[in-house]
Structure formats: C-alpha cells, structure tokens
Nanobody, 125 residues
C-alpha cells in the first residue's frame, strides 16, 4: 500500500524559511516522479514544483521560482521542498504527489496517482 506522508509545515513570519519533507513507502521510490502542489482556502489546488525520478529534471511555478527548491533522496525515499523568502501568499496546505507511470510528472495534477494528506504552511505578515 502506497503512503505519502508530509511533514515540516508550520507558522512562520514573512521572509522565513521552511523545509517540507514527504516520505514515501509501499513502492520503489526511485521509480516515481514526484511533485508538490498547494491549495489555499477558497482556491483550486495549484502546481508548485516537480522533480523527475532521478532528480535531474525539475520545474517550478513562476510564483515560487528562485525561492523554492525541490530535491529528493532516493536512498531515504523522501522528496523535499525547501521554501525560502516565504510570503503571506504562500499560505496553503501543501501536498506531495507521486507518479509511477512517467519519468517526469510535470505540472498536471492528473498525472499523479498518489497524494499525501497535506501539511499546513502559514506565513504571517
């Protein structure tokens, strides 16, 4: 049974940093393309970042480019999202997602078969 468990969320002030983690189990992690998405209250879920199976390819939403970094450790079955220079508009529930059918899942949430339960990130001004 596949499980994705996010951690690392919290309440921070604008300008601070947080690192989210997503630990995967139940399938071979190195075979999964991974992504991070977020959903703010009253808004649709949106793409944040994606990383290929090997970690060699990454992509970011324009709103986080230059501030967030996605990475993975296939030995630890974990994908990370380093979030720097946080802004109040980054406030959302952050979800990790896994796609075992593609080398790279990209921005389309329908490519991802498995989702975590989410972790809340709140950035105060």
């Amino acid at each position: 049974q596949v499980q994705l468990v996010e951690s690392g969320g919290g309440l921070v002030q604008a300008g601070a940093s947080l690192r989210l983690s997503c630990a995967a189990s139940g399938r071979t992690f190195s075979s999964a393309a991974m992504g991070w998405f977020r959903q703010a209250p009253g808004k649709e879920r949106e793409f944040v970042a994606a990383i290929s199976r090997s970690g060699g390819s990454t992509d970011y939403a324009d709103s986080v480019k230059g501030r967030f970094i996605i990475s993975r450790d296939n030995n630890k079955n974990t994908v990370y999202l380093q979030m720097n220079s946080l802004k109040p508009e980054d406030t959302a529930v952050y979800y990790c997602a896994a796609d075992w059918s593609r080398y790279y899942g990209g921005k389309d949430p329908t490519h991802y078969d498995y989702w975590g339960q989410g972790t809340q990130v709140t950035v105060s001004s």
